[in-house]
Protein backbone atom coordinates (compact mmCIF):
# COMPACT_ATOMS: atom_id res chain seq x y z
CA UNK A 1 0.00 0.00 0.00
CA UNK A 2 3.09 2.34 0.78
CA UNK A 3 4.72 1.33 -2.17
CA UNK A 4 1.47 2.29 -4.26
CA UNK A 5 1.08 5.32 -2.85
CA UNK A 6 4.38 6.29 -2.67
CA UNK A 7 3.99 5.46 -6.94
CA UNK A 8 0.71 7.34 -7.20
CA UNK A 9 2.82 10.58 -5.54
CA UNK A 10 5.71 10.13 -8.16
CA UNK A 11 3.45 9.75 -10.91
CA UNK A 12 1.57 12.76 -9.64
CA UNK A 13 4.80 14.73 -9.13
CA UNK A 14 6.18 13.68 -12.69
CA UNK A 15 2.88 15.22 -14.35
CA UNK A 16 3.06 18.56 -12.19
CA UNK A 17 6.40 18.84 -13.62
CA UNK A 18 5.30 18.28 -17.23
CA UNK A 19 2.71 20.47 -17.11
CA UNK A 20 5.07 23.23 -15.40
CA UNK A 21 7.37 22.46 -18.43
CA UNK A 22 4.47 22.53 -21.28
CA UNK A 23 2.88 25.86 -19.51
CA UNK A 24 6.60 27.10 -19.72
CA UNK A 25 6.83 26.13 -23.03
CA UNK A 26 3.44 27.57 -24.75
CA UNK A 27 4.18 31.16 -22.94
CA UNK A 28 7.67 31.71 -23.94
CA UNK A 29 8.97 35.50 -23.86
CA UNK A 30 8.79 36.75 -27.27
CA UNK A 31 11.02 39.78 -28.96
CA UNK A 32 10.35 40.81 -32.53
CA UNK A 33 13.54 43.01 -33.70
CA UNK A 34 11.83 44.49 -36.31
CA UNK A 35 14.84 46.28 -38.69
CA UNK A 36 13.88 48.87 -40.99
CA UNK A 37 14.49 49.20 -44.90
CA UNK A 38 17.02 45.98 -44.43
CA UNK A 39 17.18 43.96 -47.51
CA UNK A 40 17.61 40.67 -48.67
CA UNK A 41 20.95 40.71 -49.29
CA UNK A 42 22.05 42.98 -46.56
CA UNK A 43 23.41 40.29 -43.90
CA UNK A 44 26.03 37.69 -44.11
CA UNK A 45 23.53 34.62 -43.41
CA UNK A 46 21.97 36.00 -46.61
CA UNK A 47 24.57 35.67 -48.34
CA UNK A 48 26.10 39.33 -47.96
CA UNK A 49 29.74 39.42 -48.73
CA UNK A 50 31.33 42.98 -47.87
CA UNK A 51 29.46 43.05 -44.68
CA UNK A 52 29.78 40.77 -41.42
CA UNK A 53 27.14 40.48 -39.19
CA UNK A 54 27.79 37.87 -36.72
CA UNK A 55 25.12 38.48 -34.39
CA UNK A 56 22.53 38.03 -36.61
CA UNK A 57 24.46 35.38 -38.58
CA UNK A 58 24.16 33.59 -34.70
CA UNK A 59 20.67 33.59 -34.09
CA UNK A 60 20.27 32.79 -37.73
CA UNK A 61 22.62 29.70 -36.86
CA UNK A 62 20.48 28.26 -33.65
CA UNK A 63 17.61 29.10 -35.21
CA UNK A 64 15.82 28.59 -38.57
CA UNK A 65 15.77 30.82 -41.26
CA UNK A 66 13.73 31.45 -43.70
CA UNK A 67 14.55 32.31 -47.70
CA UNK A 68 10.38 33.41 -48.63
CA UNK A 69 9.35 35.22 -45.72
CA UNK A 70 6.97 38.40 -46.86
CA UNK A 71 6.12 42.08 -45.48
CA UNK A 72 2.72 42.76 -46.72
CA UNK A 73 4.05 46.11 -48.22
CA UNK A 74 7.10 48.02 -49.88
CA UNK A 75 7.04 50.38 -47.33
CA UNK A 76 6.76 51.04 -43.63
CA UNK A 77 3.56 52.28 -42.28
CA UNK A 78 1.29 49.53 -44.07
CA UNK A 79 3.68 47.11 -43.49
CA UNK A 80 3.24 47.10 -39.58
CA UNK A 81 -0.24 48.11 -39.90
CA UNK A 82 -0.64 44.69 -41.22
CA UNK A 83 1.56 42.73 -39.21
CA UNK A 84 0.16 44.96 -35.80
CA UNK A 85 -3.61 44.65 -36.60
CA UNK A 86 -4.31 41.39 -38.82
CA UNK A 87 -5.56 43.16 -41.71
CA UNK A 88 -3.77 43.69 -45.13
CA UNK A 89 -3.51 47.53 -45.17
CA UNK A 90 -4.71 48.65 -48.52
CA UNK A 91 -7.86 47.64 -46.81
CA UNK A 92 -7.73 50.71 -44.95
CA UNK A 93 -7.50 54.13 -46.56
CA UNK A 94 -4.66 56.30 -45.43
CA UNK A 95 -2.56 53.90 -44.44
CA UNK A 96 0.75 54.96 -46.81
CA UNK A 97 3.81 56.10 -45.91
CA UNK A 98 2.32 58.77 -42.31
CA UNK A 99 3.69 62.28 -42.05
CA UNK A 100 4.95 63.03 -38.73
CA UNK A 101 2.13 64.46 -37.37
CA UNK A 102 -0.23 61.82 -38.71
CA UNK A 103 -3.13 60.93 -36.26
CA UNK A 104 -3.14 57.34 -34.57
CA UNK A 105 -4.19 54.68 -37.42
CA UNK A 106 -4.55 51.92 -34.96
CA UNK A 107 -7.24 52.45 -32.88
CA UNK A 108 -8.27 51.11 -29.62
CA UNK A 109 -11.50 48.35 -29.79
CA UNK A 110 -9.78 45.56 -32.33
CA UNK A 111 -7.64 43.01 -31.92
CA UNK A 112 -3.93 43.85 -32.22
CA UNK A 113 -0.66 41.60 -31.68
CA UNK A 114 0.48 43.50 -28.14
CA UNK A 115 -3.34 42.54 -27.03
CA UNK A 116 -3.00 38.99 -27.71
CA UNK A 117 -0.22 39.14 -25.68
CA UNK A 118 -1.62 41.50 -22.89
CA UNK A 119 -4.94 39.17 -22.85
CA UNK A 120 -2.26 35.92 -22.40
CA UNK A 121 -1.05 37.60 -18.92
CA UNK A 122 2.56 38.96 -20.57
CA UNK A 123 4.04 42.80 -20.07
CA UNK A 124 3.97 44.43 -23.46
CA UNK A 125 6.30 46.80 -24.42
CA UNK A 126 7.21 48.84 -27.79
CA UNK A 127 10.76 50.37 -28.05
CA UNK A 128 12.12 52.54 -31.23
CA UNK A 129 10.24 53.41 -34.60
CA UNK A 130 6.67 53.74 -34.39
CA UNK A 131 5.45 55.45 -37.54
CA UNK A 132 1.69 54.27 -37.12
CA UNK A 133 0.36 58.09 -36.06
CA UNK A 134 0.03 59.30 -32.91
CA UNK A 135 -2.87 61.15 -31.58
CA UNK A 136 -6.53 62.20 -32.65
CA UNK A 137 -7.57 63.78 -35.55
CA UNK A 138 -5.30 66.46 -36.55
CA UNK A 139 -2.88 64.84 -35.03
CA UNK A 140 -1.32 64.48 -31.12
CA UNK A 141 -0.86 67.35 -28.81
CA UNK A 142 3.09 66.96 -28.52
CA UNK A 143 3.16 69.25 -25.53
CA UNK A 144 0.45 67.57 -23.52
CA UNK A 145 -0.92 63.81 -23.20
CA UNK A 146 -0.25 61.87 -26.43
CA UNK A 147 -3.50 59.78 -26.58
CA UNK A 148 -4.40 57.47 -28.69
CA UNK A 149 -0.71 56.24 -28.30
CA UNK A 150 0.43 52.58 -28.17
CA UNK A 151 -0.77 52.42 -25.13
CA UNK A 152 -4.01 52.46 -25.96
CA UNK A 153 -3.90 49.66 -28.41
CA UNK A 154 -1.90 46.81 -26.38
CA UNK A 155 1.15 47.78 -25.13
CA UNK A 156 2.01 48.28 -21.68
CA UNK A 157 4.99 50.66 -21.96
CA UNK A 158 6.33 52.52 -25.12
CA UNK A 159 9.63 54.64 -25.63
CA UNK A 160 9.42 55.62 -29.60
CA UNK A 161 10.39 57.98 -32.35
CA UNK A 162 7.13 59.40 -33.58
CA UNK A 163 7.52 58.10 -37.30
CA UNK A 164 11.00 57.96 -38.69
CA UNK A 165 14.10 59.29 -38.42
CA UNK A 166 14.03 61.82 -41.46
CA UNK A 167 10.84 63.17 -40.00
CA UNK A 168 9.66 65.97 -37.42
CA UNK A 169 8.95 66.03 -34.76
CA UNK A 170 12.82 64.31 -33.83
CA UNK A 171 12.01 63.60 -30.31
CA UNK A 172 11.46 60.52 -28.15
CA UNK A 173 8.08 59.97 -26.93
CA UNK A 174 7.65 57.91 -23.55
CA UNK A 175 4.38 56.45 -22.58
CA UNK A 176 1.88 59.50 -23.08
CA UNK A 177 4.78 62.05 -23.41
CA UNK A 178 7.83 63.76 -25.01
CA UNK A 179 10.98 62.95 -23.00
CA UNK A 180 13.16 65.94 -21.53
CA UNK A 181 10.61 68.74 -23.23
CA UNK A 182 10.63 72.14 -21.33
CA UNK A 183 7.10 73.43 -21.22
CA UNK A 184 8.50 77.13 -21.82
CA UNK A 185 9.90 76.51 -25.33
CA UNK A 186 6.68 73.99 -26.63
CA UNK A 187 7.20 71.64 -30.33
CA UNK A 188 5.02 72.73 -32.74
CA UNK A 189 5.20 70.82 -36.19
CA UNK A 190 3.93 71.05 -39.57
CA UNK A 191 3.79 69.24 -43.01
CA UNK A 192 2.67 72.29 -44.93
CA UNK A 193 3.97 75.80 -44.55
CA UNK A 194 6.88 76.91 -42.67
CA UNK A 195 6.16 77.90 -39.23
CA UNK A 196 9.14 79.26 -36.66
CA UNK A 197 12.43 80.94 -37.74
CA UNK A 198 15.03 78.08 -37.88
CA UNK A 199 17.15 77.66 -40.92
CA UNK A 200 16.13 74.77 -43.98
CA UNK A 201 18.40 72.77 -45.89
CA UNK A 202 16.61 74.85 -48.71
CA UNK A 203 17.75 77.95 -47.46
CA UNK A 204 20.84 77.23 -45.09
CA UNK A 205 22.26 74.07 -46.90
CA UNK A 206 25.87 75.50 -45.35
CA UNK A 207 24.70 74.42 -42.42
CA UNK A 208 24.23 70.54 -43.22
CA UNK A 209 26.94 68.01 -42.11
CA UNK A 210 24.61 65.17 -44.24
CA UNK A 211 23.22 67.12 -47.45
CA UNK A 212 20.20 65.71 -48.48
CA UNK A 213 20.11 64.00 -52.38
CA UNK A 214 15.92 64.57 -52.53
CA UNK A 215 13.32 65.89 -50.43
CA UNK A 216 14.80 66.26 -46.94
CA UNK A 217 15.50 70.04 -46.94
CA UNK A 218 12.56 71.14 -44.23
CA UNK A 219 14.03 72.47 -40.97
CA UNK A 220 17.64 71.42 -39.87
CA UNK A 221 18.25 69.15 -36.57
CA UNK A 222 21.52 67.94 -35.53
CA UNK A 223 22.62 69.28 -38.58
CA UNK A 224 20.29 67.15 -41.25
CA UNK A 225 17.36 68.62 -43.31
CA UNK A 226 14.79 66.72 -42.39
CA UNK A 227 10.63 66.41 -43.56
CA UNK A 228 8.26 68.76 -42.34
CA UNK A 229 9.07 71.94 -40.33
CA UNK A 230 9.88 71.58 -36.53
CA UNK A 231 10.05 74.61 -33.83
CA UNK A 232 10.27 74.61 -30.06
CA UNK A 233 11.12 71.61 -27.96
CA UNK A 234 15.08 72.15 -28.07
CA UNK A 235 15.98 70.65 -24.99
CA UNK A 236 14.08 67.17 -26.08
CA UNK A 237 16.02 66.89 -29.25
CA UNK A 238 17.32 63.64 -29.91
CA UNK A 239 21.35 63.32 -31.43
CA UNK A 240 20.99 60.88 -34.12
CA UNK A 241 24.40 59.35 -33.26
CA UNK A 242 22.88 58.45 -29.75
CA UNK A 243 19.97 56.75 -31.04
CA UNK A 244 20.86 53.42 -31.17
CA UNK A 245 22.64 53.02 -27.74
CA UNK A 246 18.95 54.74 -26.30
CA UNK A 247 17.00 52.67 -28.17
CA UNK A 248 19.14 49.12 -27.36
CA UNK A 249 19.64 50.37 -23.81
CA UNK A 250 15.04 50.99 -23.46
CA UNK A 251 15.03 47.28 -25.06
CA UNK A 252 17.44 45.89 -22.75
CA UNK A 253 15.85 47.52 -19.76
CA UNK A 254 12.43 46.25 -20.66
CA UNK A 255 14.19 43.02 -20.81
CA UNK A 256 15.49 42.98 -17.45
CA UNK A 257 12.84 44.95 -15.44
CA UNK A 258 10.23 42.00 -16.95
CA UNK A 259 12.74 39.04 -16.62
CA UNK A 260 10.87 37.12 -14.02
CA UNK A 261 7.30 37.04 -16.42
CA UNK A 262 6.32 36.66 -19.67
CA UNK A 263 6.63 39.39 -22.14
CA UNK A 264 6.79 40.73 -25.50
CA UNK A 265 8.41 43.12 -26.88
CA UNK A 266 8.39 44.77 -30.31
CA UNK A 267 11.80 46.12 -30.78
CA UNK A 268 11.71 48.45 -33.70
CA UNK A 269 15.16 49.74 -34.67
CA UNK A 270 15.57 52.92 -36.61
CA UNK A 271 18.80 51.75 -38.31
CA UNK A 272 18.61 51.27 -41.47
CA UNK A 273 16.60 54.07 -42.81
CA UNK A 274 17.63 57.26 -43.62
CA UNK A 275 19.20 59.34 -42.33
CA UNK A 276 21.87 56.74 -41.39
CA UNK A 277 23.99 58.18 -39.08
CA UNK A 278 25.63 55.72 -37.24
CA UNK A 279 27.71 56.16 -33.58
CA UNK A 280 31.14 57.02 -33.96
CA UNK A 281 31.93 53.55 -32.62
CA UNK A 282 30.70 52.14 -36.38
CA UNK A 283 32.01 55.34 -38.18
CA UNK A 284 33.97 53.65 -41.07
CA UNK A 285 34.14 50.67 -39.72
CA UNK A 286 32.23 48.91 -43.10
CA UNK A 287 33.96 50.58 -45.56
CA UNK A 288 30.75 51.21 -47.22
CA UNK A 289 29.68 54.56 -45.77
CA UNK A 290 27.27 54.78 -43.18
CA UNK A 291 24.60 52.75 -44.73
CA UNK A 292 27.61 49.91 -44.42
CA UNK A 293 28.17 51.40 -40.61
CA UNK A 294 24.49 50.95 -39.50
CA UNK A 295 24.12 47.61 -40.89
CA UNK A 296 27.10 47.24 -38.33
CA UNK A 297 25.34 48.73 -35.55
CA UNK A 298 22.08 46.65 -35.99
CA UNK A 299 24.01 43.43 -35.53
CA UNK A 300 25.77 45.33 -32.25
CA UNK A 301 22.06 45.94 -31.23
CA UNK A 302 21.14 42.57 -31.84
CA UNK A 303 24.03 41.05 -29.97
CA UNK A 304 22.72 43.24 -26.89
CA UNK A 305 19.87 41.97 -26.69
CA UNK A 306 20.95 38.45 -27.36
CA UNK A 307 23.53 39.21 -24.71
CA UNK A 308 21.25 39.88 -22.30
CA UNK A 309 18.86 36.82 -22.70
CA UNK A 310 21.62 35.09 -21.97
CA UNK A 311 23.03 36.93 -19.30
CA UNK A 312 19.90 36.57 -17.74
CA UNK A 313 19.07 33.17 -18.41
CA UNK A 314 16.39 33.68 -20.50
CA UNK A 315 17.31 32.62 -23.87
CA UNK A 316 15.84 29.55 -23.97
CA UNK A 317 12.31 30.64 -22.88
CA UNK A 318 12.61 33.61 -25.46
CA UNK A 319 11.45 33.13 -28.71
CA UNK A 320 13.07 35.89 -30.90
CA UNK A 321 12.12 36.85 -34.35
CA UNK A 322 14.17 39.03 -36.38
CA UNK A 323 13.63 40.59 -39.57
CA UNK A 324 12.61 43.93 -41.62
CA UNK A 325 9.70 46.26 -42.46
CA UNK A 326 10.71 46.19 -46.18
CA UNK A 327 13.31 46.00 -48.91
CA UNK A 328 16.05 48.02 -49.45
CA UNK A 329 17.46 51.56 -51.20
CA UNK A 330 20.59 52.72 -51.34
CA UNK A 331 20.02 56.57 -52.22
CA UNK A 332 16.88 57.44 -49.90
CA UNK A 333 17.55 61.51 -50.49
CA UNK A 334 20.98 62.07 -48.37
CA UNK A 335 24.21 62.06 -49.69
CA UNK A 336 25.46 59.39 -47.41
CA UNK A 337 28.10 57.96 -50.04
CA UNK A 338 26.07 54.75 -49.91
CA UNK A 339 25.93 54.44 -53.43
CA UNK A 340 29.81 55.49 -54.21
CA UNK A 341 30.82 52.87 -51.44
CA UNK A 342 28.87 49.72 -52.26
CA UNK A 343 31.65 48.02 -53.36
CA UNK A 344 29.55 45.24 -55.43
CA UNK A 345 27.09 44.71 -52.21
CA UNK A 346 23.76 43.54 -53.00
CA UNK A 347 21.75 45.13 -50.68
CA UNK A 348 18.56 42.91 -52.07
CA UNK A 349 20.90 39.26 -53.20
CA UNK A 350 19.60 38.17 -56.20
CA UNK A 351 16.01 39.82 -55.75
CA UNK A 352 14.59 42.74 -58.16
CA UNK A 353 13.76 45.72 -57.11
CA UNK A 354 13.67 47.11 -53.84
CA UNK A 355 12.09 49.66 -51.22
CA UNK A 356 8.90 50.42 -52.99
CA UNK A 357 8.63 47.92 -55.25
CA UNK A 358 6.29 45.19 -56.82
CA UNK A 359 9.04 43.48 -57.61
CA UNK A 360 9.86 40.83 -54.89
CA UNK A 361 13.25 42.83 -53.16
CA UNK A 362 10.59 45.28 -51.59
CA UNK A 363 8.54 42.72 -49.43
CA UNK A 364 10.84 39.46 -49.49
CA UNK A 365 13.29 40.02 -46.11
CA UNK A 366 15.09 38.38 -44.12
CA UNK A 367 13.29 36.39 -41.09
CA UNK A 368 14.65 34.31 -38.35
CA UNK A 369 13.46 32.31 -35.45
CA UNK A 370 14.98 31.48 -32.82
CA UNK A 371 13.71 29.55 -29.50
CA UNK A 372 16.09 27.16 -28.14
CA UNK A 373 14.51 23.47 -28.10
CA UNK A 374 11.60 24.45 -29.90
CA UNK A 375 12.61 25.50 -33.20
CA UNK A 376 15.27 23.11 -34.89
CA UNK A 377 18.45 25.08 -36.49
CA UNK A 378 18.21 25.08 -39.93
CA UNK A 379 16.33 26.41 -43.02
CA UNK A 380 13.18 26.57 -44.29
CA UNK A 381 11.39 27.60 -47.53
CA UNK A 382 8.19 27.79 -46.22
CA UNK A 383 6.19 30.68 -47.72
CA UNK A 384 5.32 32.87 -44.68
CA UNK A 385 3.57 36.51 -43.92
CA UNK A 386 4.03 38.92 -41.51
CA UNK A 387 0.22 39.33 -41.20
CA UNK A 388 0.35 35.76 -40.00
CA UNK A 389 2.29 36.49 -36.49
CA UNK A 390 -1.22 37.87 -34.48
CA UNK A 391 -2.98 34.70 -35.18
CA UNK A 392 -0.23 32.33 -34.89
CA UNK A 393 1.26 34.16 -31.63
CA UNK A 394 -2.91 33.90 -30.56
CA UNK A 395 -2.63 30.23 -31.24
CA UNK A 396 0.31 29.60 -28.99
CA UNK A 397 -0.64 31.69 -26.21
CA UNK A 398 -4.00 29.82 -26.51
CA UNK A 399 -5.82 33.41 -26.99
CA UNK A 400 -8.65 34.17 -29.20
CA UNK A 401 -9.06 37.82 -31.47
CA UNK A 402 -11.56 39.36 -33.04
CA UNK A 403 -11.78 37.91 -36.78
CA UNK A 404 -13.84 40.86 -37.66
CA UNK A 405 -10.98 43.58 -37.09
CA UNK A 406 -8.02 41.51 -37.59
CA UNK A 407 -9.57 39.50 -41.24
CA UNK A 408 -6.02 38.30 -42.74
CA UNK A 409 -4.07 37.18 -40.36
CA UNK A 410 -4.16 32.97 -40.32
CA UNK A 411 -2.55 30.85 -37.49
CA UNK A 412 1.02 29.48 -39.28
CA UNK A 413 2.40 28.87 -36.00
CA UNK A 414 4.09 25.58 -37.26
CA UNK A 415 5.53 27.22 -40.33
CA UNK A 416 6.99 30.15 -37.97
CA UNK A 417 8.21 27.31 -35.82
CA UNK A 418 10.09 25.73 -38.99
CA UNK A 419 7.77 22.75 -38.56
CA UNK A 420 5.57 22.65 -41.23
CA UNK A 421 7.64 23.52 -44.34
CA UNK A 422 5.24 24.30 -46.79
CA UNK A 423 3.22 27.56 -45.33
CA UNK A 424 0.79 29.65 -47.04
CA UNK A 425 -0.92 28.58 -49.95
CA UNK A 426 -0.62 32.16 -51.11
CA UNK A 427 -0.22 35.29 -49.67
CA UNK A 428 -0.67 39.20 -51.36
CA UNK A 429 1.62 42.25 -51.44
CA UNK A 430 0.94 45.74 -51.99
CA UNK A 431 3.52 48.20 -53.58
CA UNK A 432 0.65 50.46 -55.29
CA UNK A 433 0.63 47.63 -57.78
CA UNK A 434 -1.02 43.89 -55.91
CA UNK A 435 1.05 40.90 -56.54
CA UNK A 436 0.20 37.83 -55.22
CA UNK A 437 2.79 35.04 -55.01
CA UNK A 438 1.15 31.14 -54.92
CA UNK A 439 3.11 28.19 -54.96
CA UNK A 440 6.27 28.92 -57.36
CA UNK A 441 4.53 31.58 -59.13
CA UNK A 442 3.88 34.97 -58.65
CA UNK A 443 1.75 37.59 -60.70
CA UNK A 444 2.16 41.25 -60.70
CA UNK A 445 -1.25 43.26 -61.45
CA UNK A 446 -0.74 45.55 -64.29
CA UNK A 447 -0.99 49.50 -63.31
CA UNK A 448 -0.14 52.78 -64.23
CA UNK A 449 2.92 53.22 -62.14
CA UNK A 450 6.32 54.51 -63.08
CA UNK A 451 8.70 52.06 -64.42
CA UNK A 452 11.35 53.43 -62.03
CA UNK A 453 12.11 55.59 -59.24
CA UNK A 454 14.63 57.99 -60.80
CA UNK A 455 15.60 59.10 -57.40
CA UNK A 456 15.86 55.87 -55.90
CA UNK A 457 17.24 54.26 -59.11
CA UNK A 458 14.56 51.48 -58.32
CA UNK A 459 12.79 49.39 -60.52
CA UNK A 460 9.11 49.74 -59.46
CA UNK A 461 7.65 46.28 -60.92
CA UNK A 462 5.03 48.46 -62.58
CA UNK A 463 4.00 47.58 -66.01
CA UNK A 464 0.75 48.14 -68.03
CA UNK A 465 1.06 44.05 -68.90
CA UNK A 466 0.36 41.75 -66.67
CA UNK A 467 3.44 39.87 -65.14
CA UNK A 468 3.41 36.24 -64.47
CA UNK A 469 7.03 35.07 -63.36
CA UNK A 470 8.34 31.24 -61.80
CA UNK A 471 10.14 32.51 -58.62
CA UNK A 472 11.07 28.85 -58.23
CA UNK A 473 13.27 28.92 -61.66
CA UNK A 474 13.45 32.73 -61.80
CA UNK A 475 14.10 34.07 -58.43
CA UNK A 476 15.26 37.59 -60.02
CA UNK A 477 11.91 37.94 -61.76
CA UNK A 478 13.10 38.21 -65.48
CA UNK A 479 11.23 36.34 -67.52
CA UNK A 480 7.60 37.51 -67.69
CA UNK A 481 5.88 34.15 -68.71
CA UNK A 482 1.94 35.93 -68.84
CA UNK A 483 1.74 35.10 -72.43
CA UNK A 484 2.67 31.29 -72.74
CA UNK A 485 0.96 30.31 -69.62
CA UNK A 486 -2.42 31.88 -69.65
CA UNK A 487 -3.88 29.39 -66.83
CA UNK A 488 -1.46 29.83 -64.71
CA UNK A 489 -2.36 33.20 -64.88
CA UNK A 490 -5.71 33.18 -64.53
CA UNK A 491 -5.66 31.11 -61.42
CA UNK A 492 -3.64 33.76 -59.69
CA UNK A 493 -5.56 36.46 -61.17
CA UNK A 494 -9.08 34.80 -59.81
CA UNK A 495 -7.46 34.02 -56.23
CA UNK A 496 -5.92 37.72 -55.81
CA UNK A 497 -9.71 38.80 -56.76
CA UNK A 498 -11.19 37.16 -54.47
CA UNK A 499 -8.72 38.29 -51.25
CA UNK A 500 -9.48 41.90 -52.50
CA UNK A 501 -13.62 41.42 -52.94
CA UNK A 502 -13.12 39.32 -48.92
C1 LIG B 1 9.84 58.88 -48.56
C2 LIG B 1 11.14 59.59 -48.22
C3 LIG B 1 12.14 58.55 -47.81
C4 LIG B 1 11.60 57.71 -46.66
C5 LIG B 1 10.26 57.11 -47.05
C6 LIG B 1 9.60 56.36 -45.93
C7 LIG B 1 11.54 61.65 -49.54
C8 LIG B 1 12.04 62.22 -50.81
N1 LIG B 1 11.63 60.32 -49.40
O1 LIG B 1 8.87 59.81 -48.89
O2 LIG B 1 13.35 59.14 -47.44
O3 LIG B 1 11.46 58.51 -45.52
O4 LIG B 1 9.38 58.13 -47.45
O5 LIG B 1 10.32 55.25 -45.59
O6 LIG B 1 11.08 62.39 -48.68
S1 LIG B 1 9.66 54.15 -44.70
O7 LIG B 1 10.62 53.09 -44.58
O8 LIG B 1 9.38 54.78 -43.42
O9 LIG B 1 8.46 53.72 -45.39
CA1 LIG C 1 11.02 50.95 -43.83
Known sequence: MIKLNKLVYAFGVLVLFTQMAFSQAVRPNVIIIYADDLGYGDVSCYGAKKVATPNIDKLAKAGTRFTNAHTTSATCTPSRYSMLTGEYAWRKPGTGVATGDAAALILPGRSTLPLVFQKAGYKTGVVGKWHLGLG??????????????????????????????????CVYVENRRV??????DPIKVSFKEPIGNEPTGRANPELLKMKHS????????????RIGYMTGGKSARWKD?????????????FIEKHQAEPFFLYFSTQDIHVPRVPHERFTGKSGMGPRGDVILQLDWTVGEV?????KLKLSNNTLVIFSSDNGPVVDDGYHDQAVELLNGHTPAGA????????????TRVPFIVRWPGQVKAGVSNALVSQVDLLASFAALTGQKFEASTAPDTKDYLSAFLGRDKKGRDYLIEHAGAFSIIKGDWKYIEPSKGQKMSVQTNTELGN???????????????KNNLAEINPEKLKE?????????EK
Not at 244 to 250: L, P, R, S, V
Not at 306 to 310: A, I, N, Q, R, V
Not at 470 to 476: C, R, T
Open 136 to 169: PQGGPDWNGEIKPSPLDIGFDESFIMAATGDRVP
Open 179 to 184: VNLDPA
Open 214 to 225: HGHDFTIINGIG
Open 241 to 253: EDMADIFTEKAVS
Open 306 to 310: MKTLD
Open 351 to 362: LRGGKYSAFDAG
Open 463 to 477: SPQPQLYNLAKDIGE
Open 492 to 500: LQVVLQEVK
